[in-house]
């Protein structure tokens, strides 16, 4: 994985993935492998950070993606997008659950596991899968952050997952087009931040 540095070499794309709450931290080295060989993004794994308890709905039974997102925003770190990840069911106020959020063409995002597992939907445990899953959400979130609205194209991994046989059908990589937007986009920030150093 990537290390901290201050030189543009290291900081080009440097993603941090931060798991919140509980986590499986090979999987989460593994998530920042799998996003490194698509988006060419330099990935790091931090320290476990603790779920926010203003976070939780207890009547729900859920956390607020929005409250989560707060916290993540009070990280100091010297990274382009930082993200959280968090095996807790998240929510928003409009939805019943969701994969996860980010501010967009921002720098924070969170996404969740916890209705990526199969045994969610009683089928067998299965690592890979659930990785595929992860991946999906993780580089849709990352799009989104980067300024990306949902595609139409429902292969390409910014096609919006309202079920998880959405998030299953669609692969793990960006259309033509939204792949130019990422690449154009990704570089805009790199140009930006070179220009405040």
Not at 73 to 95: H, P, W, Y
Not at 157 to 186: H, Q
């Amino acid at each position: 994985m990537g290390s901290r540095g201050d030189s543009i070499t290291e900081l080009r794309g440097h993603l941090i993935i931060c798991p919140v709450g509980p986590s499986d931290m090979p999987l989460l080295h593994r998530l920042g492998e799998a996003i490194r060989g698509t988006c060419g993004m330099v990935c790091e794994v931090v320290e476990v950070l603790d779920l926010p308890r203003q976070a939780l709905d207890r009547g729900r039974g859920q956390y607020d993606c929005h409250a989560i997102l707060k916290s993540l925003l009070k990280v100091e770190s010297n990274c382009l997008r930082f993200m959280g990840v968090t095996e807790a069911d998240l929510f928003i106020q409009a939805l019943r659950y969701v994969y996860g959020v980010s501010q967009v063409d921002g720098r924070c995002s969170i996404i969740s596991a916890h209705r990526l597992f199969p045994e969610f939907y009683n089928e067998a445990p299965d690592r890979g899968l659930l990785l595929q899953r992860l991946t999906k959400t993780a580089i849709h979130e990352l799009g989104h952050s980067m300024g990306l609205t949902h595609c139409r194209e429902r292969r390409c991994v910014m096609y919006s997952s309202i079920r998880i046989a959405d998030t299953d059908f669609k692969g793990a990589c960006f259309c033509p087009t939204c792949s130019e937007l990422f690449r154009w986009n990704l570089e805009r920030c790199l140009d930006c931040r070179t220009f405040r150093q």
